[in-house]
Nanobody, 124 residues
Framework: QVQLAESGGGSVQSGGSLRLSCAASGYTYRSYCMGWFRQAPGKKREGVASIDPSGNTAYADSLKGRFTISQDNTRNTLYLHMNGLDPEDSGMYYC??????????????????WGQGTQVTVSS
C-alpha cells in the first residue's frame, strides 16, 4: 500500500523557517519524481518544487532562493526547507509522487500518489 505522510508544518512568524518532511512507503521510491505542492484557501493547488531520481531539482520561479527540496533515498524521505516565510506562503502543503523520472510542476494530474498534507501558517 502506497503511503505518503507529511509532517513538519506549523505556525511561524513572517521571516521564519520550517522544514517539511514526507515519508514514502509502498513503492519503489527511486523510480519516481517527487514534488511539493501547496494550496491556499480559495486558490488552485500549485507546484512548489520537484526532484527527480537523479537529484535534479526545479522550483516555482517565485520561490527560488527561499525554498530547497531534497531527499534521502536511503530513508525514502522527501524534505522541503523553507526560509524567509511570508504570509503568502500559508496553506496546505502536499507531497506527491509521479511514476516517471521526468518531473513537472505544471500539472498535478501527472502525480498519482498524494499525502494528506501539512498546514503551514505564516503570520505577519
Amino acid at each position: 500500500q502506497v503511503q505518503l505522510a507529511e509532517s513538519g508544518g506549523g505556525s511561524v512568524q513572517s521571516g521564519g523557517s520550517l522544514r517539511l518532511s514526507c515519508a514514502a512507503s509502498g513503492y519503489t521510491y527511486r523510480s519516481y519524481c517527487m514534488g511539493w505542492f501547496r494550496q491556499a484557501p480559495g486558490k488552485k493547488r500549485e507546484g512548489v518544487a520537484s526532484i527527480d531520481p537523479s537529484g535534479n531539482t526545479a522550483y516555482a520561479d517565485s520561490l527560488k532562493g527561499r525554498f530547497t527540496i531534497s531527499q534521502d533515498n536511503t530513508r525514502n524521505t522527501l524534505y522541503l526547507h523553507m526560509n524567509g516565510l511570508d504570509p503568502e506562503d500559508s496553506g496546505m502543503y502536499y507531497c506527491a509522487a509521479k511514476p516517471s523520472a521526468l518531473c513537472t510542476l505544471r500539472s498535478t494530474a501527472a502525480y498519482i500518489y498524494w499525502g494528506q498534507g501539512t498546514q503551514v501558517t505564516v503570520s505577519s
